[in-house]
């Protein structure tokens, strides 16, 4: 079965603070991307990628850095959190020929 | 730019029929998905459609035109399982990622 494993389910954190946002795929897909899923804005593209240390800026990258050191993990980073980063953040992942996205179950974090 | 509506709530009977209506208006076109989403979960693949026509998966079906910028998602003989979001996703060329429609939150009532 395909998997795609976020590392939290749920965060609290306070403004300011650093936080790390892990996720792991174990089908060998080239192609991993973050999104962030707000009520009434749907899913957005914060940043993907589609190699081993390669990454592409989505439609809001502002505030977030992302790492792929390794082909089946991609990092989301936040440098220092603030309370409109606020949301749940969806990894997922895809083969290199275009096909579906498989996503992980999620990360909900709150910035206090 | 990319752009693309879909209805933000529907209600339907259990044992109905509902079609789910998705709009798009893009650069290029590479093929729409389908997705279901439960409350709390992850978002799960349900069809694509890069040619025009309709796939029929089950009780899920996907129509799609491409000259028109349009697509819906039949789903019959509804069940209270099939309450969920449904979201409609364009790729516009090549291998871009995935853009999203806002999502249709579906009740299926007794």
């Known amino acids: 079965d395909v998997k795609v494993t976020q590392s939290s389910r749920y965060l609290v954190k306070r403004t300011g603070e650093k936080v790390f946002l892990e996720c792991v795929q174990d089908?060998?897909?080239?192609?991993m991307f973050w999104y962030r899923q707000d009520p009434g804005l749907g899913l957005r593209l914060i940043y993907f990628?589609?190699?081993?240390?390669?990454?592409e800026k989505g439609d809001i990258p502002e505030g977030y850095s992302v790492s792929r050191e390794k082909k089946e993990r991609f990092s989301l980073i936040l440098e220092s959190a603030s309370t409109n980063q606020t949301s749940m953040y969806l990894c997922?992942?895809?083969?290199?020929?275009?096909?579906?996205?498989?996503f992980g179950e999620g990360s909900r974090l709150t910035v206090l | 730019g990319q752009n693309i509506d879909q209805p933000t709530e529907m209600t339907a009977t259990e044992g109905a029929i509902v079609q789910i209506n998705c709009t798009y208006q893009?650069?290029?076109?590479?093929?729409l998905f389908w997705y279901q989403q439960h409350a709390g979960e992850a978002p799960t693949f349900l069809s694509y459609?890069?040619?025009?026509g309709l796939e029929e998966k089950g009780r899920f079906s996907s129509f799609l035109s491409r000259s028109k910028g349009y697509s819906y998602l039949l789903l019959k003989e509804l069940q209270m399982k099939d309450s969920a979001s449904y979201l409609c996703?364009?790729?516009?060329?090549?291998?871009?990622?995935?853009?999203f429609g806002k999502g249709t939150r579906l009740s299926v009532i007794a």
């Open positions: 089908m060998d897909h080239e192609n």
């Open positions: 990628s589609y190699d081993v240390k390669m990454k």
């Open positions: 996703a364009v790729r516009d060329r090549g291998n871009t990622p995935l853009v």
């Open positions: 459609n890069v040619l025009d």
């Open positions: 893009t650069s290029g076109f590479n093929g």
């Open positions: 997922a992942s895809q083969t290199g020929s275009a096909g579906e996205l498989f």
